[in-house]
Structures are given as structure tokens and as C-alpha cells.
């Protein structure tokens, strides 16, 4: 329930506020390279919008033979087809449902007559065009939902349909889905388009969870006649403009664009390539790139996390040699798994030579950096393999003779360069890690978790200080671990928001982590330099945050269904809920625990009561005074608001008996506390990264008495 809410939520901001209007290269069809198959092609869409004007404009008296065929319902959307008091038939329509039929007709009869051209045709090009229609059932929860939403329409292609259960198509098979809606969205009833999209990127949210093979997804609103298309970028919707199927023009640019999906390679529908889905074996398989390798990775459905973003996929694997002829699913299935992959869109630079957050080069350095040292050992990644994805573009028999990299140019080349240059660039990378570790959500305990984050942090420190490289992104997905014989060891993941620190970015208002466990610093923009002491406030936050939510599986299960049971109850809100919103509402949310002397109220009275729980009372609030309220910093470094009048600040400032503490030699005309605790970083870090390994050694000693 409360997932669904937050779900809604955020699919409403991005219908709002994240759609770029008017993009005209949505509706340009795919074209092949090749003249001669893109002569083919460019005939087969003129005949395809020749014919729908025939179904569209043949009546009752007219001799057409379309008009007691299959496809006449398309007139109940273009309004052609009038009745016997004038009005147009689709006065008739009382609901949602009598615009399903007419809708998957526009499909079903663009495949058709691709299908039948195509098949008499001696120019026809080797490969048969993809057929691709609409669900036969309308108005349906998918099998594979992981939630109540119940989609109008599902459009698959026949060709690439991943899987069939029983005759039941799921989210795994779309191509993409159609929601429609009674009213028009043009004029001043814009209100149902930003509907009907709200709806639309709560689908295909979806998606991205139950296909890792794609790399986009395309979208569709019909409100009445009024139709729109979309694909959904990493970071904003591109919505075309808008179309009236009563207009002639309208309706040739959609079916145009439909029938062109029928001769796309599977790049261009929004699929990557160079993922193959083995169905007899449940596995995704793909070539590694640099070494001579196979990956096969059991494929399982997920939450996806967000709409937007890297769309990052974690895969557990097996690999094999790719010339070895064993390559059976019984083999397949009866292999070990030895690999660890990250598929990800990450943020890179236009010019690669020069991406400050390369994460393949950042984790080359750090495994060139900690080879053979034993304190390190198991605490970072062991890299394999690291690159862009590349993939070649088949148009059915028309290869390029290249592999292109994959990234958003490529993706959305029909989009005009002037707005993708304002949204931001991304590259596809993968990225293959030897050995197997796992998530932190799957501690068993309270002191395994104080253990994997001891030696999390512990690597954090040694990669910035012998490496130069500043992770900036603490959160539970990033922090792993690995099982030994009565052993447990914290690994530190994830540097695609690494930075070398030495790199003048480091410095604000760039915003870089996961929401609910980014700093005040981070939060704000501040422009005071981001250094480890953002990071350690960022474990701070995820210490909170599992201590509110939940260690253990059974105890974050135990909190869901403690809250759900409050539901029908007007419960106020838990001051940390706040942290996983806007920016704006989190940092708010931080400062008043942090800064005004209400951790305890606002935070630690809400973790579980469980024991081991009064363990991570006393570390978070020892890591909390450290960072915030330091007793070797001045009174105006331990975090007063830089909004303070000036004259109170000196009078403090100047006041202070202590005249040994971290920022004793900064002057006050440095008043921002962010500031002063940069500076100061190394020497609160050390104190910070004591209390870690001295609360490891204390976990260790309670689970060997245990």
C-alpha cells in the first residue's frame, strides 16, 4: 500500500514536470541504411497509410471492401463514419472499454496489411516484418504486476515475445502499453493527457523491471480522438506532438510510424541486442567484451526503483569460454555461479577521454592499487571486465559495419540535438566483477551489519586516501558482503558517482547519491567542498534507516505489516520518511534532527525495539556527534546554521576556552560549518573511522559469546 502511494506520487511529478513537449522526431519512422531496403520500406508505409484511409472513409453506401471487414471500428476514433441523426459514432462510446476495440484495430490492421504487402510483394526484403499487435484481453492486471494497476491495453511483438504462461501475456512481452481515456486533452482540458501519462509511467516503470534487455521504452495516450506518443528517456519523457485521428495528416503520421516498427532492428523499439534470453534455461546471456567469455545470468523479476535514472541491473552469473560447445541449458543450469555484473545507463561526459566518473577506470585503479593487500582483500570489487556496451544495428539484412557505442545519442537519434544536449548524457556500460557477493538487506543480524559497514568504510577511507577516488554514494545497495567459514566481510560497490578528488567537480552544487542518505551538504548544493565527511554522514543516514525499517528480513517484514494494519488509522508520519522526497523536504527533515537537538526524539526513538537495536542507538548517535557536534571543533564548526547573524557567530566564535580544536587555525570569516568540517575532514574522519572498527571489534566479540 504504502509502495503503491509513493509509486502514484512519483509518477505524477514526472507527468508533470519531467516531459519534454513537442518532439517531433517521436513520430519519424526507423528507416533502413540501405537505399534499396529503405525505398522498400518508405512504399510499404505509403501503402499501409493508403489503405487505413480506405477503412477510415468508407460508409455504408460506399462499395469499399473494408467496410463490413475486421477494421471499421477504427471510425468510432477518427469520427468519420456519421449516423443516421449526423452526429458522429463516437457520441455512441460511454466508457473506456468501447475504445479498447477500436484502438488494438489501428494495430491489428497495420500488422495485417504489413503482413499481406509484404507477402506478395517481389521486392520484398529476405526476412519477414514483425507482427505487432494488441493483447486480446483489455483492461487486465498482468501476471508479473507488483501491483494493483490494471493496464487498458498491451502491445506486443510476436517476434520478440519473451514468454507465455498459459496464454497470459505479462509485462515481460510489451513492447509498451496504451491507456485511454473518454475525454479530449486538447484545449484547456490538458489535465487528462498529464492523467492519462500519469498512469502511462506507472506501466512502464514496470517494464524496466521485468525486461533488463531494454534500453527505452515507448509509451501511448489516445483521449479521444487525440492521440500521443512517447519514449521514455533516462531522465525526462519525450512526448510527441499531438495528433488528431480526425485529421488525415494525423492518422498517415501514426500508422506510418506503427508500420515502420514491423522492419526496426530490436534496438530502435527499445531492446538491447546483445542480450540474448535463453526461456528453456530462465537466463540472460551475452559476450563479455575483452576477454574470452559468455555470461549467463538466471533472470528474475524485480521492483523496479524508479522510472528515471541508470536503470542499473545486477545480475548474479555464471561464465563460460566462448568456444566451448557445451553450451546446453542442462549445462547451463548445473553451473556454479562465479561473476557478479552491473548492466547500467551511467552520467558520462560527451568527450569519453575526458568522463570524470568513469567508474570501469576508477575501479582499474583501485584494483591495480590494493593487488595482494591482505586488509583489503574481499573488501572491494575484483574487476574482469569493464565496457561501453556496443551493438550492431541489423535493419533485418542491412548491418552496419560497425559496432556503435550505446548511449543516448544513439538511443533517441530521432530526437532533435538541441534538446538532448539539455538533458543529461549517459553511456551503457557493463561491468563484470569475478566472485560472488551479497546484498546488505541480506545480513542475518544487527552485528553482521556493524561488521560489513566497519569494513565498508574502512576500504572507503584507503580507496580516497591512496587512490584519490571519493565514492559519494553510501547507501544499502553499495555496501555488499561476503560469506567465509564463520567470517563475514563488508564490501564497498558502485563508484559510478566516484570522483577523483583532487577534480575541481568535487566541489558543489552538483548533487550526486541516493536521496534518502545524502548529506545536508549534498542536499543543499552547498558550494563547500564535498569531501569523506558527506560519506560518513551518508552512513550515518543508512544506519538510521535500517534501524527504522528493519536489519533483517523478518524485521523489515514485520515493520510492513505493522504498518499496514495502521493504514485505516490517521498515524503521523515518521520525521525520517521525509528523507525519501524532494530535496528540499529531506534536507529540511536532516537539519532539524541534526542541527537542533532532536536526534533522539526524531530518529533514535523510532528504531526497532528488537535486540541489538540499543547497539546502533549508541553508533549513530557517537557517528552523529562527530560529524555534527564534535567536541574538538570550535562551537562554530559543529553545525550551526550558516543563516545565523553574523554578530552572534563571532561572539561564539571568540569566546571559545578551547583553543585546541580542528579548525583553531580558521579564521571566522569562514562561516559556513560545511566549510569548516572540509577542512577539517582527515582528522574527523580518523575519529569517525575509530568508532567504526572499534564498534566491528565489539560485534565480533558479542556473536563469538553468542
Known amino acids: 500500500m504504502e509502495y503503491e502511494r509513493r509509486v502514484k506520487a512519483e509518477a505524477i511529478h514526472y507527468a508533470t514536470n519531467c516531459t519534454v513537449r513537442g518532439v517531433a522526431g517521436v513520430l519519424e519512422p526507423a528507416l533502413p541504411h540501405d537505399e534499396r531496403q529503405k525505398e522498400y520500406v518508405e512504399t510499404v508505409l505509403l501503402h499501409v497509410a493508403e489503405q487505413f484511409e480506405s477503412v477510415v472513409n468508407s460508409t455504408q453506401d460506399s462499395d469499399s471492401s473494408y467496410e463490413n471487414s475486421d477494421y471499421s471500428d477504427v471510425r468510432i476514433l477518427t469520427g468519420t463514419d456519421i449516423i443516421a441523426d449526423g452526429n458522429p459514432i463516437l457520441a455512441k462510446i460511454t466508457s473506456e472499454n468501447g475504445m479498447y476495440n477500436a484502438i ?18 517481389s521486392d520484398a526484403m529476405p526476412r519477414k516484418p514483425s507482427e505487432i499487435v494488441a493483447c486480446e484481453k483489455h483492461d487486465f492486471k498482468p501476471y508479473d504486476s507488483d501491483d494493483s494497476t490494471r493496464i487498458d491495453i498491451g502491445i506486443y511483438s510476436k517476434t520478440l515475445q519473451m514468454s507465455n504462461k ?59 480522438s487525440k492521440v500521443h506518443v512517447y519514449i521514455f528517456g533516462h531522465d525526462c519523457i519525450f512526448e510527441s506532438p499531438i495528433l488528431d485521428l480526425g485529421a488525415k495528416d494525423d ?202 559497514l566497519a569494513d565498508a568504510m574502512y576500504a572507503h577511507t584507503r580507496i580516497f586516501r591512496e587512490c584519490n577516488i571519493l565514492q559519494r554514494d553510501i547507501s544499502p545497495n553499495n555496501i555488499m558482503f561476503t560469506r567465509g567459514e564463520n567470517t563475514i566481510t563488508g564490501m564497498l560497490i558502485d563508484f559510478d558517482c566516484a570522483v577523483d578528488a583532487n577534480n575541481q567537480e568535487t566541489s558543489g552544487p552538483v548533487q550526486k547519491g541516493t536521496g534518502p542518505f545524502m548529506s545536508i551538504n549534498n542536499l543543499c548544493s552547498s558550494s563547500a567542498r564535498r569531501t569523506p565527511l558527506d560519506d560518513w554522514e551518508s552512513l550515518l543516514y543508512l544506519i538510521c534507516w535500517m534501524a527504522t525499517f528493519g536489519v533483517t528480513t523478518e524485521h523489515r517484514k514485520s515493520f510492513r505489516d505493522e504498518r499496514d494494519k495502521l493504514q485505516k488509522y490517521e498515524t503521523p508520519e515518521m520525521p525520517i520518511s521525509y528523507w525519501d522526497g524532494p530535496f528540499d523536504i529531506a534536507a529540511d527533515s536532516k537539519e532539524t534532527a541534526m542541527l537542533e537537538g532532536r536526534f533522539k526524539p526524531r530518529i533514535t526513538d523510532h528504531f526497532m525495539k528488537h535486540p541489538g537495536y540499543e547497539n546502533l542507538v549508541s553508533l549513530a548517535t557517537e557517528i552523529k556527534m562527530l560529524i555534527f557536534n564534535n567536541p574538538k571543533m570550535s562551537l562554530f564548526g559543529c553545525g550551526m546554521s550558516a543563516n545565523m547573524d553574523l554578530i552572534k557567530i563571532f561572539q561564539i566564535v571568540n569566546s571559545s576556552v578551547d583553543t585546541e580544536t580542528y579548525d583553531k587555525d580558521i579564521g571566522p570569516e569562514i562561516s559556513d560549518p560545511f566549510e569548516r568540517g572540509a577542512i577539517c575532514a582527515d582528522k574527523i574522519v580518523d575519529d569517525l573511522l575509530d568508532t567504526m572498527l572499534k564498534a566491528k571489534n565489539d560485534a565480533l566479540q558479542r556473536m563469538s559469546n553468542a
Open 251 to 452: 492518422r498517415s503520421k501514426l500508422v506510418k510510424l506503427l508500420a515502420s516498427w514491423a522492419f526496426c532492428p530490436r534496438s530502435i523499439l527499445g531492446y538491447d541486442s546483445t542480450i540474448d534470453y535463453r526461456s528453456a534455461a530462465q537466463c540472460v546471456s551475452f559476450a563479455v567484451d575483452g576477454i574470452d567469455e559468455r555470461i549467463y545470468a538466471p533472470f528474475t523479476t524485480r521492483i523496479t526503483e524508479n522510472l528515471f535514472g541508470r536503470h542499473t541491473v545486477c545480475y548474479h552469473a555464471k561464465a563460460m569460454l566462448l568456444n566451448c560447445n557445451e553450451d546446453t541449458e542442462s549445462k547451463i543450469r548445473s553451473m556454479p555461479l562465479d561473476r557478479f555484473v552491473k548492466d547500467a545507463w551511467t552520467c558520462s561526459e560527451w568527450d569519453s577521454a575526458n568522463d570524470i566518473n568513469d567508474e570501469i577506470r576508477f575501479l582499474k585503479t583501485i584494483n591495480q592499487k590494493f593487488a595482494g593487500d591482505k586488509d583489503m582483500e574481499g573488501k572491494y570489487p575484483l574487476l574482469c571486465a569493464g565496457y561501453v556496451v556496443r551493438y550492431v544495428n541489423t535493419n533485418n539484412c542491412d548491418p552496419t559495419t560497425e559496432a556503435i557505442a550505446d548511449d543516448t545519442l544513439t538511443a533517441f537519434k530521432t530526437v532533435d540535438p538541441e534538446i538532448l544536449a539539455k538533458t543529461q548524457y549517459r553511456q551503457h556500460k557493463r561491468i563484470v566483477i569475478n566472485g560472488i557477493a551479497e546484498r546488505l538487506y541480506n545480513v542475518k543480524s544487527v552485528d553482521k551489519m556493524i561488521v560489513v
Open 104 to 121: 488494438k484495430c489501428i494495430f491489428r490492421f497495420v500488422a495485417d496489411t504489413v503482413t499481406s504487402y509484404h507477402s506478395n510483394s
Open 166 to 224: 498459459n496464454g497470459k501475456l505479462d509485462y515481460s512481452d510489451m513492447l509498451l502499453m496504451v491507456e485511454a481515456k473518454m475525454s479530449d486533452c486538447s484545449g484547456n482540458n490538458d489535465g487528462v493527457r498529464v492523467e492519462a501519462l500519469e498512469q502511462l509511467c506507472r506501466y512502464t516503470r514496470q517494464i524496466y523491471g521485468k525486461q533488463p534487455w531494454r534500453r527505452f521504452a515507448w509509451g501511448m495516450t489516445v483521449c479521444a
